[in-house]
């Protein structure tokens, strides 16, 4: 069954600290793997794509890697700020078809 | 910067009522999609949609799920009688390119409650 998990459920961090959020999936065959930020009532927002040939990139302070022989991806980010409070979510993409399997998201909270 | 827009943005229905949610996709767009999210879980794929037809649906997307683009903007979703499990924010999003690679945009999502 494709799935996607992300890990932490939830962290907490201090404004200007970095942080790394985990993703694992067993979507077969893969396409593509993205990262969404979705704050609180809002649709999600595409922070990166990238395809299997693909081992990093970046959006500003946001850094994604994948791993397609593990079926993992991070995503990175930098010297966070209060903004960056939201939920962000792993979405993969299987080839077969155009419909998206999204995670349950990793909900990331800055304090200052 | 063009975005997709939703109406309404709030939607409270007596279960068993229809009801039609609107979006409009970003003008140039070629593909369309709908996505719901339970409150609390995560984000569902219900259907695709280009070239005026269904492209891919999702097992949620049963016979009271219905889609219609009935002009070159608007892109609806229509549930023809609601049950309380329908309750949920229902997000739509659109693409110019294929969707295996291409962007998707995200409107900013309708809040349906059935009571």
């Known amino acids: 069954k494709n799935q996607v998990e992300q890990s932490p459920q939830s962290l907490i961090i201090l404004e200007g600290k970095n942080c790394t959020l985990q993703?694992?999936?067993?979507?077969?065959?893969?396409?593509?793997l993205r990262w969404y930020k979705q704050d609180t009532g809002r649709g999600p927002v595409s922070l990166t794509i990238?395809?299997?040939?693909?081992n990093t990139k970046s959006n500003g302070r946001y850094t994604a890697t994948l791993d397609a022989d593990t079926k993992q991806s991070s995503l990175h980010i930098t010297a966070s700020q209060l903004s960056d409070s939201a939920s962000y979510i792993c979405v993969v993409s299987a080839q077969a078809g155009t419909a998206l399997i999204f995670g349950k998201g990793t909900t990331l909270s800055v304090s200052s | 910067e063009p975005e997709v827009t939703q109406t309404p943005s709030h939607q409270v229905t007596q279960m068993g009522q229809e009801v039609i949610l609107r979006c409009v996709p970003i003008s140039n767009h070629l593909y369309f999609y709908w996505y719901r999210q339970i409150l609390g879980q995560k984000v569902e794929f219900l259907v695709s949609f280009y070239n005026n037809e269904i492209s891919e649906k999702s097992e949620i997307f049963d016979d009271q799920f219905s889609v219609e683009r009935p002009d070159g903007s608007n892109f609806t979703l229509k549930i023809r009688s609601t049950k309380l499990e329908d309750s949920a924010m229902y997000f739509c999003?659109?693409?110019?390119?294929?969707?295996?690679?291409?962007?998707?945009?995200f409107g900013p999502g309708t809040r349906l409650l059935v009571l």
């Open positions: 993703c694992n999936y067993t979507v077969s065959p893969f396409s593509n």
């Open positions: 990238m395809t299997f040939s693909e």
């Open positions: 999003a659109s693409t110019l390119a294929s969707g295996l690679v291409g962007t998707q945009y």
